[in-house]
């Protein structure tokens, strides 16, 4: 019997809505409303191509050269990204994980990280996607500290957006007040700044028209139910993407280091609860004590 390289593909649907997850780092493989692709997806048996769908975790996004302190101790990371000499997006996107529950429009799983080196720490990680007719997909991403030592924790998830149009004619809207400036290698320079009177300032949208955002994104205006919103529209569609408080950050990238087929066809908005580099600057990170769970939401819909 063969198997494809992303393992078990766990379907699920409601209404008009259907996703597909994988075995492989419980990454959500695809998204689709009446048919229509709400983010990029990829094959089951291709290699995951720029962290599509993926789940960070537990840290989101870059550690500059894999290197921070932490209690006392410094610890080394492998470098996952070598180009850029960082460790990215966590340790938990390409290992197996098991499903903990599967009906027709939800699907649970579950993953156990022990520790190693660079992160010598012990997590049980669960993540709870759900579908429903109206509002589309919910994902809940949560962590409980299984180990006898407190751990820095964070995570983040990889969706790419997608009306089926390139992203140039395409307008995104990001209720965001800042931004945070990187250097060449991706690394956060200087504190965030202000959104006003720059090219991102996302607010009130803005149409992309060849303009590149690689950039995550703070000071976020939420609705009366605390969560925030980045919506991509297009060709007479609108994707939209919701972050509950537990994501204080928005990565925003516009997908032009991703494959040539894909290159600017999707926009990244990745939830995050912490910034870049934040292990080795302590921003937002979460201290998890042993037996306590860190938990967010986060979810995608066809306006």
């Known amino acids: 019997m063969t198997e494809?390289?992303?393992?078990?593909?766990?379907?699920?649907a409601a209404g008009p809505y259907r996703a597909v997850v994988t075995e492989q780092g419980a990454g959500l493989r695809e998204l689709t409303r009446g048919g229509l692709h709400l983010i990029l997806s990829h094959g089951a048996d291709e290699p995951v191509p720029a962290a599509m769908g993926q789940l960070l975790v537990p840290w989101p996004n870059r550690i500059d050269r894999g290197r921070y302190?932490?209690?006392?101790?410094?610890?080394?990371?492998?470098?996952?990204?070598?180009?850029?000499?960082?460790a990215i997006h966590g340790l938990a996107r390409s290992v197996p994980w098991t499903v903990v529950e599967h009906g027709p429009s939800r699907v649970r799983l579950a993953h156990r990280l022990l520790g190693g080196a660079g992160y010598p720490y012990r997590l049980d990680l669960e993540a709870d996607y759900s579908l429903d007719a109206g509002a589309g997909l919910t994902v809940r991403l949560s962590a409980v500290n299984a180990g006898s030592r407190t751990a820095p924790y964070g995570h983040g998830a990889h969706p790419y957006l997608t009306v089926g149009e390139p992203l140039d004619v395409c307008t995104v809207t990001v209720t965001a007040d800042r931004y945070q400036p990187v250097d060449?290698?991706?690394?956060p320079e200087g504190p965030p700044l202000d959104v006003a009177a720059t090219p991102y300032d996302l607010r009130d949208g803005r149409r992309l028209d060849g303009h590149a955002i690689d950039n995550a994104f703070t000071g976020l205006r939420r609705d009366g139910d605390g969560r925030a919103w980045v919506r991509l529209s297009g060709g007479g569609r609108t994707t939209a993407l919701w972050a509950d408080a537990a994501h204080p950050w928005l990565e925003i990238y516009t997908a032009d280091q991703v494959p040539d087929d894909r290159r600017r066809r999707g926009l990244g908005a990745e939830p995050m609860t912490c910034p870049p580099n934040a292990f080795a600057t302590g921003t937002d990170v979460i201290h998890l004590e042993p037996g306590a769970q860190a938990a967010g939401s986060w979810g995608i819909m066809a306006e």
């Open 69 to 86: 302190a932490y209690d006392g101790r410094i610890h080394q990371l492998d470098l996952s990204e070598p180009g850029n000499g960082c």
């Open 184 to 187: 060449d290698r991706m690394i």
């Open 4 to 12: 494809s390289i992303t393992g078990a593909q766990y379907e699920i």
